[in-house]
């Protein structure tokens, strides 16, 4: 998202919010106050975490916003933040822990039972401060089981890839070259380049994406297509992999909610082997939901304890079909959610956060762009848009806090 696109959506919440259409809290009468939480699920995933909510007995108000980080930043703008707020990735929660905004989840928290990839720290800020409310599985490939899918990397002709998206677009390019960097270089360099200490125009990354732009120049003009379709496939269909005219769709575990009835025809297999990197999987990219504090109420705190439990987070499962961070909470049954959980809980190769939420905002959105701009030309030379990139990167001032452990390690 280019600056001035961001300041204009900036200026937009914080009117909303002025207005009384933001995150202010109705009440919950005269006994007991409402928790305001803010989280990025909407319609039936919003209706889903709601009856989640509605069994732990606190009153409770929630807004669901696609832009979750848009409207969070204009709230703490306007002095208004949630109690509760819920982000996609944990890379913002790092910075308002900076400016000493969240406060810690304390002695009855669930953030200590988590380990890496789940539970990542940052030098210089208290390791309670957020924790993860469910997770997805990436670094997979979604097919139809009446089209198994080749045993060899594919041609871009056979890909369903949508950019569109309500919140920040290009999202689902940055996922490709995170996947590629993550196959080709391994976890121990992927998480330096995660975290700011491997630069943009080094040979990993560069390679990785010279990669994925040659996929792109295979069909230029499929690249705009792409880039007008959203993610989703059209609204009330059944997903760009059933409608779409195409055969795979490089997507998260949580792409089978797009695919509605047809849900059950969709089977995934590991990326490595259809991407142009090749076929040997050196880890498995995953990304999760972050939950945090903003306010100090024993309240709010004590409903983020009871919704990392394992009761609500079983409960969740089974209404949403979630997949939780807690080992604990039992693998869930059908053939592809329990594919789905044994490749989160295998110790045997490394996960990684998504790289894109673990960034600081501004190298998010550079990132972002650098994805849109080598869709559109995708013949342009590569080391270009790393070097744009790289100078938003140089450009963090010096004490921006750099999370670790972001992949965890084989046991």
């Keep these: 998202m280019r600056a001035s696109a961001r300041a204009v959506l900036l200026l937009l919440c914080l009117a909303l919010a002025a207005a009384g259409c933001g995150l202010a809290a109705p009440g919950g009468g005269d006994e007991q106050p409402r928790v305001t939480i803010l989280g990025p699920w909407t319609d039936d995933q919003e209706k889903q975490f709601k009856a989640v909510l509605d069994t732990l007995g606190t009153p409770y108000t929630y807004q669901g916003t696609a832009a979750s980080r848009e409207v969070l930043l204009a709230a703490v703008q306007a002095g208004n933040p949630p109690d509760i707020a819920i982000l996609p990735g944990v890379g913002d929660l790092v910075e308002y822990a900076a400016e000493r ?6 002695a009855k928290g669930a953030a200590a039972k988590y380990g890496r990839p789940w539970q990542p720290e940052a030098r210089g800020i208290e390791a309670d401060l957020w924790v993860p409310l469910k997770t997805d599985l990436k670094s997979i490939v979604w097919y139809r089981k009446d089209r198994p899918p080749p045993a060899h990397p594919a041609p871009l002709a056979s890909w369903c890839i949508g950019m569109g998206d309500d919140g920040a677009s290009g999202w689902p390019g940055s996922d490709w070259i995170e ?5 080709t270089a391994g976890p121990v360099l992927y998480e330096r380049w995660a975290t700011g200490a491997l630069k943009w125009t080094d040979d990993p990354v560069v390679n990785a994406w ?13 690249d705009g297509r792409s880039m007008r379709r959203d993610h989703r496939g059209r609204p009330g269909g059944h997903g760009l992999l059933f409608d779409g005219g195409c055969d795979l769709e490089h997507q998260g575990s949580f792409a089978r909610s797009f695919y ?33 504090l903003f306010s100090g109420s024993a309240q709010a705190r004590d409903l983020l304890t009871r919704l990392t439990s394992r009761p609500a987070q079983e409960e969740w499962g089974r209404r949403a079909g979630v997949f939780s961070p807690d080992s604990e909470v039992p693998a869930r049954k059908g053939t592809v959610e329990k594919q789905i959980s044994d490749r989160l809980t295998d110790q045997r190769v490394p996960l990684c956060l998504d790289a894109s939420d673990v960034m600081p905002a501004a190298v998010r959105d550079a990132f972002y762009e650098a994805v849109l701009l080598t869709m559109a030309h995708p013949g342009a030379p590569v080391r270009d848009r790393l070097n744009d990139v790289q100078r938003v990167q140089d450009a963090q001032p010096a004490y921006t806090p750099r999370l670790t452990g972001v992949c965890s390690r084989p046991q």
């Design 101 to 106: 905004r969240l406060h810690p989840l304390g």
């Design 210 to 222: 010279s990669l994925w732009a040659g996929l792109l120049a295979q069909d230029p003009d499929a």
């Design 179 to 183: 996947d590629l960097i993550l196959q």
């Design 260 to 292: 509605g009835e047809r849900s059950g025809r969709a089977a995934f297999t590991d990326s490595a082997r259809l991407l142009p990197s090749g076929p040997t999987i050196k880890g498995r990219e995953v990304s999760a939901d972050f939950a945090a």
